[in-house]
């Protein structure tokens, strides 16, 4: 999946700031993002997220992470991107709500800094192998992405009692 695309890397002390309104168009990206995605502001503003999104991350993952967000809550995901020059990135990734005054939720916010490298290729990447092999796997693409959501529910009730506290176990360990 990764061997003909160039990982970007970016420093510990830095973080990839975007907010998106909420149909997940970007409305604001910080230096950082624009330098480690490779876009210029003006080629991403008003594009969907989406389209830093690397065919490697599992959908399953992504639709835990929107379903979390639509309970207004936040959420901890390591999401790999693709850069403009089809290379990519891996990031821990903390995604908000954003509220206004009267508490409706207006966008999402998300702060990204560098993951634990031994916890992506100890446990990151071996999940979504298997998240994506479960998608794929299906007669169709919901059914896949079903019987993927059900894994991932049994792998996080192994170290946690949801996504979010499993998130933060594996964070802990990696740290330890």
């Not at 936040?74 to 908000?96: C, P, Q, R």
């Amino acid at each position: 999946m990764f061997d003909n695309s160039k990982e970007v890397f970016f420093n510990n002390h830095e973080l990839i700031v975007s907010k998106t309104d909420l149909k997940g168009r970007i409305t604001y990206a910080n230096d950082v993002f624009l330098k480690v995605s490779g876009y210029g502001l003006d080629e991403i503003m008003g594009q969907p997220h989406n389209m830093i999104r690397h065919d490697f991350m599992p959908r399953s993952v992504f639709h835990l992470l929107w379903t979390t967000l639509q309970e207004r809550k936040e959420i901890f995901a390591y999401v790999v991107n693709k850069t403009k020059n089809d290379g990519h990135y891996w990031v821990l990734a903390h995604v908000t709500p954003s509220l206004n005054l009267e508490g409706d939720v207006i966008g999402y916010h998300s702060s990204r800094r560098v993951p634990e490298r031994d916890l992506l290729e100890g446990h990151i990447i071996p999940l979504y192998n298997e998240l994506n092999r479960i998608e794929q796997a299906a007669n169709n693409r919901k059914l896949g992405m079903q019987d993927a959501v059900s894994y991932l529910q049994d792998v996080v009730q192994g170290y946690a009692p949801d996504y979010h506290q499993f998130i933060l176990t594996l964070d802990r360990l990696a740290a330890s």
